[in-house]
């Protein structure tokens, strides 16, 4: 983008998070947060209609960027956060090891910019929506990729009018912690679950979206519940070129013992769906298995995983997504001890 393009786009330094909402609330729908901005500069490269900015509004600076962590309590992540911080965390590594994994992909050029917040809330990479298409994202009526080009980044899960899949590496190890988000909007702070924030194909302020969030609304805080006695967690993506590429299939596991044996379970797929895919017959299939888990235990679960995918067969098709996410559930489940 050149300094003649730059200059088409307001940029407005937020001196603190009710700041950043009123400006949000007075250019009504005309600004975007701009954090890491790894993703924003990249759709107003591509000129993506219903995403454009007239104004850019920086929350970097509003006391965003911490991680917390206290055993009572658990972690809690600025929305500010890189993804380079919260993957060298050493608690973290200790007590949440798949969302150290699921940071660990990132090239360090991207993971030293990139923003934890961000992660969650990026748009979907559907080529359509990248290269402007009117589709149902960008204010259109049809969804190209069901019929057309859906190899990479498209569900086989179902789409409801856009079939394009989350993209992000964090959100499906948060699902499985059971993690929270605080949003702050301008009728002040409020405390929602994983898939409040992100419950699939839905409509906000009149545009197609897979996130809750509203357009004078931002994202200000995760936190992640204390892990109980005994927990493990593993995160395994599979890409089509390592850290480079968005993940194609992969799977967040956290598991709870009682000696070896496995008490509770959660399988969150990624990749797979419009947002993180929660496998529950692979958890059920996991309860009452010894750690480490044998062959025959992983291959079941993995294979529970996929139950009821129903990947797209017009166009190009993706069914070869379905063996991915098993191989993904397979490699995480293999990786707990």
């Known amino acids: ?9 307001g940029y407005i330094q937020a001196k603190s998070v009710s700041d950043a909402v009123s400006l949000l609330n007075k250019y009504a729908g005309k600004a975007r947060i701009m954090a890491g901005g ?15 900015p007239e104004y850019a509004i920086d ?16 972690m809690r992540i600025g929305a500010t ?35 934890a917040g961000g992660d969650v809330l990026q748009e979907v990479w559907c080529w359509y929506l990248r290269n402007n298409y009117d589709c149902w994202r960008n204010g259109g009526n049809v969804c190209y990729a069901a019929v057309g080009d859906n190899r990479y980044y498209h569900s086989i899960f179902g789409g409801n009018l856009c079939y394009a899949v989350n993209a992000g590496d964090i959100a499906p190890a948060l699902f499985a912690f059971g993690a929270e988000a605080t949003v702050q909007g301008p009728g002040g702070s409020r405390t929602v679950s994983m898939d ?65 044996t496995v008490s509770g379970a959660k399988v969150y797929l990624g990749g797979v769906a ?11 299939a996991l ?39 098993v191989g993904a559930v397979k490699k995480a489940l293999a990786m707990l001890s």
Do not use: C, W
């Open 287 to 325: 309860v009452g298995q010894a750690l480490p888990l044998s062959d025959s235990a992983i291959a079941s679960a993995a294979q529970s995983a996929v139950s009821g995918a129903t990947p797209l067969t017009l166009g190009v098709g993706n069914a070869y997504k379905v063996q991915l996410a």
């Open 59 to 74: 929350i970097t600076n509003i006391g965003l960027n911490y991680l917390n962590f206290s055993a009572s309590d658990g």
């Open 81 to 115: 956060t890189n993804v380079s911080q919260v993957q060298s965390d050493s608690n973290v590594n200790q007590y949440y090891t798949a969302l150290a994994q699921a940071t660990s992909g990132h090239p360090p050029g991207i993971a030293n910019q990139a923003t």
């Open 196 to 260: 409040q924030l992100m419950p699939g194909i839905t409509i906000v302020d009149g545009r197609v979206t897979e996130l809750s969030l509203h357009f004078n609304e931002i994202l200000t805080e995760i936190h992640i519940p204390a892990p109980a006695s005994g927990t493990q967690s593993a995160f395994y993506k599979v890409a089509d070129r390592g850290g480079i590429d968005f993940a194609l299939a992969s799977a967040a596991v956290v598991v709870t013992t009682n000696g070896s």
């Open 1 to 9: 983008m050149s300094n003649n393009e730059l200059a088409n786009y």
């Open 274 to 284: 419009n947002t993180p895919h929660q496998a529950k017959s692979a958890e059920s």
């Open 38 to 52: 790894t993703d924003l500069l990249s759709q107003m490269k591509n000129n993506i209609d219903l995403l454009i």
